[in-house]
């Protein structure tokens, strides 16, 4: 049997170990929950630059007791240049290279914001302490991954002639697993922030360094796109479930979708787990959920619809009205793609952060920015050239596949949970919340288990229902049966994303899990 890893002070999950030591570390001086989490985004920046960076976007949900949950958005928006006119000749926005990068990175803002509002707990980590286990693994090195190994491999013919790629993360050609990978420009990067402080990454000789140097390489990005720049403090969307109330971001973010897929499948009276009917009915939500996702998930200030309003009783009531049990509905339907990484974080106090930092496809645009050591999302990609919801205007928010989750259930607990993977965010959300919450099975119990994919995640442009090898075969020839387009994949494939969980129960019990899919583990105090 698997089992969670329990401690009472303090505990933080990551899908690199080291990652989720240097989170911990902090707590064992004394830090809170926040101040471990931007400890463990710094370090993972460093460790896993396939799938995270400071150049990328962050999402933040905070809960502390006695308060309601409080949400940061920390995605910027497209460059002041970035409109049709400037991408005039091209049939769609580059995924790769300079042209690629044309939105402002959010992350180390959010974790600006995220650090002033946890200030209010007492004492403060100084930010040269909490950037302090980045700059070490930078200078020193680390063996590089097998993901990340095969992801450059994989990605090679993308990103080998993109400015600074290959005399960053392959000087000696492809990389092969255990090789050491030292980063001592972004160590120089993270060390001048450690001393001018966060802010210089957007108005100080960092802003000015990055604004120049992606400005050479053809970017549509300025100094005063990084200067005009912060981070906001958001409400986060809530679903009332018979468990307990979920939580997630807003638009631009797909977290709508998420609290709908759960919300619409607790309608459903599903009573075990892993069998046709709890996969085909989560399959089915997710199929609702994203329809009305890709109609209208955006830019919240160029939405026309309040995507609060589809986390209604009478709106899910409807759009559960339409999940027949036993028939699978018409798909596909446009997919959304995205790399990135989840990681949670809970203290001795209660207080649980649940945090996603992400550059979109592995290795974003694949451009370092030249004396930073800075590879820069293409999260920009997301936009569209045409007049779709998603079109390209100067200063407007992308649409983010990015969703962090929080429950605070009606026992008492408090949980922090999700994963990377695109479209498989939601979907890999749904499968561990319905375990562990609705039919009690262990939390590692519930993430190591098989899992599923509807659509598209990893470069793979197919649309149909991918499940790992060790679900039942019965189950999957049910699922064929109901009309399902189903794809047997490897098992623990990295398709099905990287998951994580931690919890605080009303004992002051935390407990956490990670996914033997990734390089994690839960580093407990």
């Known amino acids: 049997m698997l089992h969670s890893k329990t401690c009472i002070g303090g505990m933080v999950t990551a899908p690199h170990h080291l990652a989720a030591q240097a989170g911990a570390a902090v707590l064992r001086e004394g830090g809170n929950a926040v101040e471990a989490m931007v400890a463990a985004a710094a370090a993972i920046a460093v460790v896993y630059p396939h799938m995270n ?16 949950p409080v949400a940061i958005q920390a995605c910027g928006p497209s460059a002041g240049l970035a409109d049709r006119d400037f991408y005039a000749g091209e049939a769609s926005i580059p995924t790769r290279g300079p042209r ?23 004492k403060a980590l100084p930010v040269s302490r909490l950037l302090s286990d980045a700059i070490g693994h930078a200078k020193a090195g680390v063996p590089i991954t097998r993901s990340q190994v095969q992801l450059t491999r994989d990605k090679w013919d993308q990103l080998y002639d993109q400015p600074g790629f290959v005399d960053t ?41 990055l604004s120049s140097g992606l400005q050479q390489l053809g970017s549509p990005l300025r100094a005063a796109d990084l200067a005009a720049y ?10 009332q479930l018979r468990s307990g109330s979920v939580y997630n971001l807003p638009p631009p973010t797909q977290g709508v979708s998420a609290l709908m897929i759960i ?11 892993d069998g046709f009917a709890h996969i085909h009915s989560l399959v089915e939500a997710t199929k609702r959920a994203f329809i009305l996702r890709n109609a209208h998930v955006t830019d919240p200030a160029h939405m026309s619809v309040n995507a609060r309003d589809w986390l209604t009783e009478a709106l899910l009531e409807s759009e559960a009205a339409f999940i027949r049990p036993d028939l699978a509905a018409p798909w596909p339907h446009a997919a959304k793609p995205g790399d990135t990484i989840w990681m949670g974080a809970a203290d001795a106090q209660g ?17 370092v920015v030249p004396d930073t050591g800075v590879v820069w999302q293409n999260r920009g990609a997301s936009f569209s050239l045409d007049d779709s919801v998603n079109q390209l205007l100067p200063g407007k928010l992308p649409f983010h596949t990015l969703n962090p989750s929080l429950a605070k259930l009606n026992d008492g607990r408090t949980i922090a949970y999700g994963t990377m993977g695109g479209e498989g965010q939601p979907q890999t959300q749904a499968a561990v919340f319905t375990r562990h919450v609705m039919f009690g099975q262990n939390m590692q119990q519930a993430i190591s288990a098989p899992r599923w994919l509807l659509g598209r995640t990893w470069g793979d442009v197919s649309t149909n229902l991918k499940v790992e090898g060790r679900i039942d075969l019965q189950t999957i020839e049910a699922l064929r049966r109901a009309g399902h387009a189903v794809e047997i994949v490897a098992d623990y494939a990295d398709m099905m994303g990287h998951a994580g969980a931690v919890a605080v129960h009303p004992s002051g019990m935390i407990e956490g899990a990670t996914d033997p899919r990734a390089d994690g583990v839960c580093a407990g105090v």
């Not at 960076?53 to 309601?68: A, L, N, Q, R």
């Not at 906001?232 to 679903?239: F, N, S, Y």
């Open 351 to 367: 207080r649980v952060v649940s945090y996603i930092q992400s550059i979109f496809w592995e290795f974003g645009s694949g451009v």
């Open 169 to 209: 993360y392959a000087p000696a050609g492809l990389p092969s697993e255990g090789d050491i990978l030292k980063q001592p420009a972004l160590a120089a990067t993270l060390e001048r922030m450690a001393h001018a402080g966060l802010d210089d990454f957007y108005r100080g000789d960092l802003a000015n360094t």
């Open 230 to 239: 912060r981070a906001q403090m958001v409400t986060p969307l809530k679903v």
């Open 263 to 273: 919300g619409l499948f607790d309608r459903l009276g599903v009573t075990e787990a």
């Open 53 to 68: 960076g400071i150049g990328g976007d962050g999402f933040w949900v905070i809960s502390e007791p006695g308060h309601e």
């Open 100 to 122: 690629a990068a044309l939105t402002v990175a959010g992350a180390v803002s959010g974790w600006s914001v995220a650090l002033a509002h946890a200030s209010r707990w007492g």
